[in-house]
């Protein structure tokens, strides 16, 4: 959200046959307002229990703080501290679940503590449960981490089989990470996850939802979602066929306005959901989200030191921060500082310099500077409004409010009854299938129909059957090999889609293909996969969600080229229109990443 737009005509090419879907026939039982991970999984939810649901995002799917996220699956250790016990039980609990039905992109994660003290932050720790205030920052030492640890136990008892944390002192501490900061006293290790490819997960519980939707009867199916459609406004000029609120909705590709109706809004905007309240006519003043920024980093030196372990402590300001590998990457964050809603969500350079404090702190023999950035990105958290709590204590839980758009004026209803609206307050990644739980219930009791399914067990997407040891995943590529699919491709496409991938190589089996010139990691056929299949609607949406080429600083000049004279093949694009999304990649890459990549356009 909020990355520059350009112009173009997109009709008739594959992916805007879902926009056309919701033009066709205007009206759903429910319509969800945002395509982050709790929208996506409130729709797959909602299409499962055989609700006619409908979703737009202004953007791309997974393109606000979804994307943006720290790329954890974890129960919140430090919730503690805010007296948040419901929300660590549902995090461990949930967290167990995806480690089980998204085994594709959600992985184990050791975690390591290092720590400096023994008994301090005793004194101020009741002062910051109490008042939510960080005061003058004081370290935890390792009385009040191994009290919380204890507790993270309990809480991950059930459901799981995540090891219980474990204590090193100094000695053993350092004879396995022996770059760690030599005056540590103590070193906690337990267990949490990483979400790799959150942006692919967020696809995979989308199309999940797509497809529960077929064989409805209905045109276009129960359950349409499109990416670059935003909500302008209510709409007070549509007739309505029934009691349902219009909302006036842009197709951002094509420029095409048209109206829709439903009986239930759902907004799950994030960080946005005051502003898209606004623009429906109730204005309402729910949110106060934060901004957390990231760097990825190509350092050798740095991944050998994190041990394939991610590295979680206190910096000296209080803030909880973290450092770990991700491939042959090292991710570094995060900040938590007030967000300005109309200013862009970027790195700025005093956060950089902070990250490299931080890194510091915890390996002070290990330089980072600038040349080894290759990415960054930043997103605003969607947090309740919090005055002044310190950004840091304000509850991740989430909230759903209720509100009626009257039968009249900024809302079109008809037979007496009221538009209702349900707006998400918080939310994080790891709860989002209980979020969405909640969420569908309450929407399901407003439609008044029963929950029919159940996701708690139900694999998401590529998930399904797949290979639960190196050894299993090993046969699955060599089952799965072919004359210009050898291990390393047949493996990445495993990476990239889970067992979906089967899907994928039948279609590249299916007609004449190649790898791209700038990258092993595509070919031309899957590019047209992806564009047959996955609702891309820019240039950039391939390199960022659809594959972590941009994640890793492995954009070139030659691959935006590449990719966009395959991508103009498939959707239509002119000459003119492909050298514009080259360039429309280029201002994103710069201007939210950080990354400068020459091309050859003209």
Request: proline residues 4%.
């Amino acid at each position: 959200m909020g990355h520059p737009s350009i112009s173009g005509s997109a009709a008739g090419s594959p992916r805007r046959t879902s926009a056309s879907a919701l033009r066709e026939r205007p009206r759903a039982q429910v319509l969800i307002v945002g395509g982050g991970i709790n929208g996506v999984g409130t729709f797959r939810d909602l299409a499962l229990q055989g609700v006619d649901v409908a979703l737009v995002e202004r953007g791309d799917y997974c393109q606000g703080a979804s994307g943006a996220s720290s790329h954890m699956i974890h129960g919140g250790i430090r919730y503690l501290e805010n007296g948040e016990f419901r929300l660590v039980q549902e995090s461990v609990v949930e967290r167990n679940r995806l480690l089980k039905i998204a085994p594709h992109y959600v992985k184990p994660l050791q975690t390591t503590i290092p720590i400096f003290s023994t008994f301090s932050g005793i004194l101020s720790a009741p002062t910051r449960f109490l008042t939510h205030k960080q005061g003058k920052p004081t370290e935890r030492g390792a009385f009040l981490i191994k009290l919380g640890l204890s507790m993270y136990d309990f809480f991950s008892r059930d459901g799981g089989s995540v090891p219980r944390h474990q204590f090193r002192g100094r000695e053993k501490a350092l004879a396995e990470l022996p770059r760690l900061h030599p005056g540590i006293k103590y070193a906690a290790t337990y267990f949490d996850a990483s979400v790799h490819n959150p942006e692919r997960l967020t696809l995979d519980v989308l199309q999940d939802g797509e497809k529960a939707g077929i064989g409805s009867g209905l045109p276009g199916g129960s359950a349409r979602a499109s990416n670059y459609v935003s909500l302008l406004s209510t709409d007070p000029t549509a007739e309505s066929a029934g009691p349902a609120g219009a909302v006036l909705l842009r197709d951002e590709l094509t420029g095409e306005e048209f109206s829709f109706q439903a009986d239930v809004i759902v907004n799950t905007t994030g960080a946005w959901v005051d502003l898209t309240n606004k623009a429906m006519g109730a204005a309402s003043r729910f949110m106060g989200g934060t901004k957390g920024s990231h760097i990825v980093l190509d350092h050798p030196e740095l991944l050998a030191a994190c041990g394939g372990r991610e590295i979680f402590f206190e910096h000296t300001d209080g803030r909880i921060v973290l450092i770990y590998p991700m491939g042959d990457r090292v991710l570094v964050g995060t900040t938590d500082v007030d967000a300005d809603m109309a200013q862009d969500a970027v790195c700025t350079e005093a956060e950089v310099d902070y990250f490299f404090d931080l890194v510091g702190h915890v390996f002070p023999s290990i330089t980072v500077d600038r040349s080894h950035i290759v990415y960054s990105f930043a997103g605003v958290r969607p947090l309740p409004r919090h005055d002044d709590t310190q950004p840091g204590f304000v509850s991740r839980d989430y909230r759903i409010e209720r509100s009626e758009r009257p039968a009249s004026g900024a809302a079109v209803t008809q037979g007496g009854k009221d538009a209702v609206v349900l707006s998400l307050i918080g939310g994080k990644w790891t709860t989002f299938r209980a979020l969405a739980e909640h969420l569908s219930n309450d929407v399901l009791r407003e439609l008044g129909m029963e929950r029919k399914v159940s996701t708690a067990k139900l694999a998401i997407g590529g998930g399904s059957g797949f290979p639960n040891s190196e050894e299993r995943i090993q046969d699955w590529v060599k089952k799965h090999m072919a004359p210009g699919l050898d291990a390393d491709r047949v493996s990445g496409l495993l990476t990239r889609y889970g067992t979906r991938a089967e899907d994928v190589i039948a279609f590249l089996k299916a007609g004449e293909d190649r790898k791209l010139r700038s990258t092993n990691e595509l070919s031309v056929r899957e590019l047209e996969f992806m564009a047959a299949n996955e609702q891309i609607g820019h240039l950039v949406d391939v390199l960022i969600r659809r594959t972590s080429l941009a994640f890793r600083g492995l954009v070139t000049g030659e691959l935006l080229n590449e990719i966009a004279e395959v991508l103009s093949g498939q959707l239509g694009w002119d000459p003119a229109k492909r050298n514009a999304e080259i360039q429309h990649a280029q201002e994103v890459l710069l201007r939210f990443h950080g990354v400068t990549v020459h091309s050859l356009v003209a």
